[in-house]
């Protein structure tokens, strides 16, 4: 076969030889897409026999290049080498607009992307043509960052090549001003045309019909060719005609169906027409717009359906009649005279066969049935025949048996909604029960305020009296007084032991306030912008207060060695020598004397009190206002110059002044004589009691009190030590009703159940014994008489030593001061949310 003749592209090598053809699919798809070529060995009259002058196979290598008018751009980056990404421009591009494009679909900046070459930086001014490329007439070029930024190349969408090549070499189409879209209704057989500005997108166009129609733009789709389009498409991207119109399909998501009754009345657009006018020597395309409106039909009467009630309207033709002319003289208006509208019934006539067949009409007798007359029977046989009774008493048995069957249904489901919430409830018991011993167990274990040390000197008392019971029923002499020697040693093993944890539990509350103390003064000032972000200053004090704050934590490291130490005490030194005060130079000795121990090779040990003496001189130090005065910013500094301004109370055994929150509250003190610390500290003067459980009934009190919407009770007023006293002193801590002494078991509820929990209306029980009781509207017709007389007796002796309390009640109920002591209103809200 002569290779100078041979036309196509061979789909095997071997079919075609002495020809050079490309094989691989990216060369034969750029082949197919190339312009036609000339070769000057086939004479014109056989390149018009040639049935594909588009695609040759044999000619020169430089022939199979790729076309000059385009490039395929190879974008790859070094650091991804798995990534890549595939784009075609023309030849004649600036490598400025390509790396403009590039930054676009990678969402960085232009100025950070760095396009290289064989490791050469690419020129902006540069064209693609300019570069070399590969035998194919491809380019490889790798993308870098300046900044390290990340980006990924296979985060944009790829898409043919031969495709953007093919409509980079179409004909651009004509733009329109505006664009006429026929909206095709799936589902409906429904159409309707409006028309909109050429520039507008997708989703103006998706939120202009969900206004029309009123329904979510977003449950809308628009289809072109099955399919859908993309809401920052422009209209002007549409395959429209040459008119400027273009059909699109609408759907909704959840198929529901839309309503072109308000589409018409707010335009009724039928469709659209272009009419091409002439303007001299050109022709212009103008859109006309069809109006459809419906043609209003007289009423001509009718008439009802007395049975079914419908209404039948007289027919009117779509083309109405020209009125009959007459003279003015003889026209007269309806209007002007006084017509009534009345309806009357009228029995439309039909027609019915005879029963017998004449001349002039056939009747057929197949359906004929003859009736034969039955002996006479009586009304008594008649009603004993069809037997009334029997079948009614059926149904009436039927019926109660239904009835009793959906009323058994209802009392089992009551039933068993009642048990699940008995067992809801006694599982929250048990759960709550659970929560408060795992809390005890763990206060006991690990304890951290006072109150938990006061559970503890409390066990250890109750301890100490069951060994002094049980050592005093020894009958001799010597074992017993050897007994309380071995009891003495063992309590003050154990006093000495909580003591020894409680001072220890004290240097660490104290490390944890010197802490957050630093923290509060170095911390910036923060406030939000009007664009919603913080923005936050450091002026000069607080910088000054945070390099003293780095300066104290420095000095507290001690995991330095001797020669890291002295060098760490020289720039402390240093550091210490811009501040002008007394304090500064004492500190500055001490730094002087741990260097020289350091050096004569004193350890830790014997440097731990000079290291705390320094240590508590640089806190002292920082907590100078003169030199830093960032620590008005402290809580206790606020608390100190509030005090300025409010009531101070003396301490008789501190002999300070104090607030009046720093002193013990309770119904029955006369006024403010020592202060919290030192009656916690006098043991002589007080007994250890563990005031737990009653803080628990208190707890419980007051919840019960919010549930009820009672925030005048005097629950809210009374301490735990008031609760103390009335279930100690008053009910000696016993359940009026059952004698249960088991604290974690007894509750304070009312005893007059509509009335407000008071000293006076309450009533001490278990916590089953208080169910039941709350049910009770008068219970003095419930209980017995002695336990009737017991319960006044106890509220006579509440009266009597809460006389303050009640006297405080009657002022502040007869004036309606209460409103004004009551507790916040976000705190009852929480409250009663909680419960």
Not at 1 to 9: E, N, V
Not at 244 to 270: F, H, Q, R
Not at 383 to 408: G, P
Request: aromatic share 8%; hydrophobic share 35%.
């Amino acid at each position: 076969m002569d290779s100078q003749k041979t036309m196509g592209i061979a789909p095997n090598p071997d079919c075609v030889k002495g020809a050079v053809a490309c094989q691989c699919e990216l060369g034969r798809e750029k082949l197919l897409t190339a312009p036609p070529y000339k070769r000057s060995t086939i004479t014109v009259d056989d390149e018009a026999k040639s049935r594909l002058q588009t695609a040759p196979c044999a000619r020169d290598l430089e022939q199979y290049k790729c076309p000059v008018s385009h490039i395929l751009v190879h974008f790859k980056s070094p650091l991804r080498p798995a990534e890549e990404f595939n784009k075609v421009f023309p030849s004649n591009t600036p490598l400025k607009l390509v790396k403009r494009k590039l930054a676009k679909l990678l969402s960085v900046s232009n100025n950070n992307l760095i396009l290289t070459k064989n490791r050469n930086v690419l020129k902006e001014t540069s064209l693609l043509s300019e570069l070399k490329t590969d035998t194919l007439g491809n380019l490889v070029i790798d993308v870098f960052t300046k900044d390290s930024e990340e980006f990924s190349l296979a985060s944009i969408p790829k898409e043919s090549y031969v495709h953007e090549l093919i409509q980079s070499m179409m004909p651009k189409k004509k733009t329109m001003p505006f664009i006429a879209i026929k909206f095709r209704i799936r589902n409906q057989n429904g159409a309707f045309t409006r028309s909109y500005h050429s520039i507008m997108k997708v989703h103006e166009v998706k939120n202009n019909l969900a206004g029309v129609f009123q329904v979510d733009p977003d449950n809308l789709v628009l289809l072109r060719e099955d399919r859908p389009l993309k809401d920052r498409m422009a209209l002007l991207d549409l395959d429209y005609d040459k008119y400027g119109i273009v059909e699109v399909e609408l759907l909704t998501k959840n198929n529901e169906k839309l309503n072109l009754d308000k589409l018409y009345k707010e335009m009724p657009v039928n469709d659209v027409l272009t009419v091409m006018v002439p303007f001299g020597s050109t022709l212009k395309h103008i859109n006309v717009e069809i109006f459809s409106e419906l043609m209003k039909k007289p009423f001509l009467g009718g008439y009802r359906n007395v049975h079914t009630g419908k209404i039948y309207h007289h027919a009117y033709t779509q083309t109405p009649q020209k009125p009959e002319k007459l003279p003015p003289e003889n026209k007269n208006c309806r209007d002007t005279q006084t017509a009534e509208m009345r309806e009357k019934i009228y029995d439309t006539s039909y027609s019915r066969a005879t029963q017998m067949t004449t001349v002039h009409a056939y009747i057929p007798n197949v359906t004929d049935r003859i009736i034969v007359p039955k002996p006479y029977e009586t009304y008594d046989e008649m009603i004993a025949r069809l037997n009334h009774k029997h079948y009614a008493s059926i149904i009436q048995r039927a019926f109660r048996h239904h009835q009793f069957r959906q009323k058994v249904k209802k009392w089992l489901k009551l039933c068993m909604e009642r048990i699940a919430k008995m067992e809801e409830e006694r599982r929250l018991e048990r759960e709550a029960i659970e929560r408060r011993l795992k809390k005890d167990l763990i206060t006991k274990t690990f304890p951290r305020t006072r109150e938990d040390f006061d559970q503890l000197y409390a066990m250890v008392d109750r301890w100490k009296h069951a060994e002094i019971a049980r050592i005093s029923q020894l009958h001799s002499k010597g074992p017993r007084i050897a007994e309380f020697t071995l009891l003495l040693d063992k309590e003050v093993e154990l006093l000495r032991c909580i003591e020894g944890y409680r001072v220890k539990v004290k240097e660490d509350n104290k490390k944890i306030k010197e802490k957050q103390f630093l923290e509060e003064i170095s911390k910036p000032i923060a406030w939000y912008g009007r664009d919603g972000k913080l923005i936050t200053m450091e002026t000069v004090e607080i910088q000054k207060a945070r390099k003293l704050n780095e300066l104290y934590n420095t000095f507290l490291r001690e995991d330095l060695e001797s020669k890291d130490r002295i060098e760490l005490l020289v720039n402390m030194k240093f550091a210490l020598q811009d501040f002008h005060h007394p304090l500064a130079e004492e500190i500055i000795t001490l730094l002087d004397r741990e260097c020289d121990l350091l050096v004569r090779r004193c350890n830790d040990y014997q440097l731990e009190f000079l290291r705390r003496r320094v240590a508590a001189c640089v806190f002292q130090l920082i907590k100078t206002s003169e030199l830093n005065s960032e620590v008005t910013k402290c809580k206790e500094i606020r608390d100190y110059r509030k005090m300025e301004n409010d009531r101070l109370h003396f301490c008789e055994m501190c002999h300070q002044v104090k607030l009046h929150t720093d002193f013990p509250l309770n119904a029955k003190m006369s006024g403010f004589l020592v202060c919290t610390s030192c009656s916690w500290k006098d043991v002589s003067e007080r007994c250890w009691i563990d005031m737990t459980p009653y803080k628990f009934i208190l707890r419980t009190v007051q919840r019960d009190e919010r549930r009820r919407k009672c925030w005048g009770s005097l629950a809210f007023v009374l301490q735990e030590k008031d609760i103390f006293f009335i279930v100690e002193k008053l009910w000696h801590s016993r359940s009026a009703i059952s004698e249960c002494s088991d604290m974690i078991e007894l509750r304070l509820c009312r005893w007059h159940v509509n009335e407000d929990w008071s000293p006076w209306n309450c009533f001490l029980i278990t916590v089953q014994e208080m169910k039941a009781h709350l049910k009770l509207e008068n219970p003095e017709l419930v209980y017995d008489e002695e336990l009737v007389q017991k319960v006044r007796n106890k509220h006579k002796l509440a009266k009597a030593n809460f006389e303050q309390l009640l006297s405080v009640n009657k002022r502040f109920t007869e004036s309606g001061d209460w409103n004004g002591v009551r507790a916040p209103a976000v705190a009852r809200v929480d409250a009663v949310d909680r419960i």
